[in-house]
């Protein structure tokens, strides 16, 4: 596949970090319409970062993060070669939170599934909706999810901590799908899964894509998310060092167990 002719996410030479420790150095990455890309790395080399950073929970030290063509987070340095006019259209007026950027799109499976556990299934789902105040749009979003999941449909009324690793998995995509979004951050789904319940989260991933044409950007050290992607990035130590594309993607797989991974990823 070539790159992809209608830019969803851009992300350009990003740098970010904790305090004063940075940790992503120019990291620079582009998610189309409709696509799956993964980033993969290591333990360590800043993949959550990256995410934490795209979504607004931390502040970029420079660069840039764009959504549909508009500049969502960034400042003038980390684009002080365009001109002034060109800039008042494209850079937001003011911060911008994370929930505005839910309210743009821009949706996050956090690592670990993020699960009120407590709560029950239905609950869990309508906390996703939390900034659509349409009831009819949410009881469409309602509709399309259970229709993704009917098995949470048949659990609305389970609390959430009872269900099974791969249930646990389609309520949390199931929740970032009530906020309707154009494109999901996905961090590790795989973390903590066997072998069985990982290729399950993985082709529940593709189910989401495939049928509510929702672009994915797939964070991972499982290489196997690569039989998924359209393209990938490889990130180690806060910077891409490898992308692949097509074909490529899946010829990855070898050399990143080996070169990033670890041989027994």
Do not use: W
Not at 93 to 115: C, H, I, N, S, Y
Not at 145 to 174: C, H, N, V, W
């Amino acid at each position: 596949m070539t790159a992809p002719l209608t830019p969803l996410l851009e992300v350009h030479d990003l740098c970010s970090g904790y305090g004063k420790l940075q940790v992503l150095f120019g990291v620079t990455l582009t998610v189309g319409e409709g696509e799956i890309v993964a980033l993969m790395g290591s333990n360590g080399a800043g993949k959550t970062t990256t995410l934490r950073t795209i979504v607004g929970q931390l502040p970029a030290m420079s660069g840039s993060v764009a959504l549909g063509g508009k500049v969502v987070i960034g400042r003038q340095g980390a684009t002080e070669d365009t001109t002034p006019s060109l800039l008042s259209r494209f850079l937001p007026k003011k911060a911008v939170t994370p929930d505005d950027l839910v309210t743009q799109g821009l949706v996050l499976v956090p690592e670990g599934r993020g699960m009120l556990r407590d709560l029950s299934v239905e609950e869990n789902l309508d906390v996703g909706a939390y900034t659509n105040k349409s009831s009819s749009r949410r009881k469409e979003l309602f509709a399309r999810t259970y229709d993704t999941f009917p098995i949470l449909a048949e659990r609305r009324k389970q609390r959430a901590g009872t269900l099974s690793g791969g249930q646990q998995q389609m309520l949390a995509l199931g929740r970032a799908l009530m906020a309707d979004p154009r494109i999901m951050l996905v961090d590790e789904a795989s973390l903590g899964l066997s072998p069985v319940m990982t290729e399950t989260a993985f082709n529940l991933i593709a189910d989401v894509n495939r049928t509510s044409h929702v672009a994915v950007l797939l964070v991972e050290q499982n290489v196997l998310a690569l039989d998924l992607a359209d393209r990938a990035y490889v990130l180690e130590k806060g910077q891409i060092v490898a992308t692949a594309e097509g074909q490529e993607v899946r010829s990855m797989q070898g050399r990143l167990r080996e070169a990033y991974l670890g041989a027994g990823a």
